[in-house]
């Protein structure tokens, strides 16, 4: 009886730990099977990563494809200036640095309350008369060619003037090279080339034509000023402005000028400074 009840007591304690070993291992896959799914999950992520990361790249690829298969517009800003050679040798006799450095007088200082009198006034100068033939001076020399429009226009492409549209003469509005180039020449035209065989093989943009010569109008803004105190009358001119003839484009018919842009003279001294005036005087006289 005894052996029975010892018996007995042995197979209740390996029934518990062996209930006690399955609850141990049920226990232990409950924990593990977060870690596996959230493994997994972290290796869902890095593959939608990448694979966004990888759409993004694709997006870009294909954003500076498209981009750089339109070519850029071509904007045509170069002014009608005359190419001029310089001299591979000194063409005088004396070294001439004093031009290269001259710079303009220093305007005298006048004070708005010895200023007894103002007014402004606009004047046409035509370089076709006698007395201003000196504006039409066509001689080429090492800072290019010397007539007055040649000079405004190169101090236009060279950007060392700001130049003004003319909506107004009040020096409101500046102007890009480009559209002082469109102003200058007109719009674009589309002209036909020609093979050897006389046969059109293309076309290229290009504008018009323009002769310097065709500019020879000229308006002046300036201001008369009477100093009371010096007692003496000022001129100060304050703006240029090109005249350009007007056009119709069907039957060819003068129709009126009109001013290309506008330049303040006070900008342009520096420049106008270090250029010689052609004197057409007899030197004996």
Known sequence: MKVQMNLFKLLSLLLIFSLGVNVAEAQKKKAKAPVRQGTKRAVTRKSTGSKTKAEIGLAKADTAAVTTSVPPAVVNDSLPIVTVKKSLRSDDAIERNLVKDRTPLVYEHLREDDAVYRQ????EIDTREKMNLPFRYSANEDNGNQRFISILFKAIQDDSVTVFSNIDDRFTTPMTKAEVATKIGGDTISVAVYDSLGNISGYITKRPEVSLDSF??????????????????????????????MYTAQTNTFVGETELFWVYYPDMR???????VYNGKNYGA
Request: proline share 5%.
């Open 120 to 123: 402004k006034i606009w004047r």
């Open 270 to 276: 520096p420049i106008f400074a270090k250029y010689e």
């Open 216 to 245: 020879y109008k000229f308006r002046i803004k300036e201001e008369v000023i009477f100093d009371k105190e010096s007692s003496r009358l000022f001129w100060r001119i304050l703006g240029i402005a090109p005249v350009k003839n």
